[in-house]
């Protein structure tokens, strides 16, 4: 079943055309001060973040606090073996389990850490309005088994799949387990969200379904995440458990699979401004469940 997305401008069309296309983008990264509002960062933190997209926050959280975040994340691990639950997403080549959705939703541990009061801060500081969680999960990313997540713009998705109109959005990803150079961590093209790469194939229905375990549509084209790389380099999130990622909905992003023993787990907010509510998806086709993009 589709439905016609008529209300509203889609200035970021994707999946339309056999050939990827440049956008360049027309929303502001950094929203401060549009409505007054102050916050923790000092000014060159911000400019750090409007140039190259994303911010690295080292021990943020105590390591007590990360013992607490392990310890709920390993309970709902074992508790989730063998679930049927549509929130628990497994690895696309095996039984063990990759992400669990809505854990904000589901979650007492999870929900009192999205709302985490100075993270809160910050993420209203850079988006400049009152925020909601789009969408929560936690992923787990284990020695030796841990897969890869391909080089994508979270944007592209929630803009075609889930009718998010404007770039006026952020992910959060806590980190669970110290971050190296060479157990997966996250990857991020510096300087990559100030152009939308609007990406070929027709978005099949139900795409949801195998793009949470192994994404194949909505995936930028090599010659354009070659360009980007080879402009703005490649940076790697690595520090310690307990650090705090913040990076912009539509930075190129993704990370290599883990083959060592030490394990790459985090916690994964996105925060969306109260004033980009979700649409009808301007791929034309229903909703996602609301246990991937809330829209209440």
Known sequence: MTQTNTAVEDLYPSRVSAKPTVIERKDPVVYTNL???????????????????????????????????????????????????????????????????????????????????RLVQIVQQILGSEVYIHQSRINYKKGFTGKEFYWHSDFETWHVEDGMPRMRALSCSITLEDNYHYNGPLLLIPGSHKEFIACVGETPENHFEQSLRKQEYGVPDDDNLSRLAKRNGIDAALGPAGTVVLFDCNIMHGSNGNITPMPRSNVFYVYNSVENKLVAPFSGQMPRPDYIATRD
């Open 35 to 117: 409505d007054g509002r102050e916050g923790p960062l000092d000014q060159e933190t911000l400019a750090s973040y409007e140039k190259n997209g994303y911010l690295c926050l080292k021990s943020f959280f105590s390591p007590e606090e990360v013992q607490q975040f392990r310890d709920e994340l390993n309970r709902l691990w074992n508790a989730n073996q063998n679930s049927d639950r549509k929130e628990v997403i497994l690895e696309p080549e095996s039984r063990e389990v990759r992400s669990i959705f809505a854990v904000h939703r589901d979650n007492e541990v999870f929900q009192r850490l999205s709302q985490h009061p």
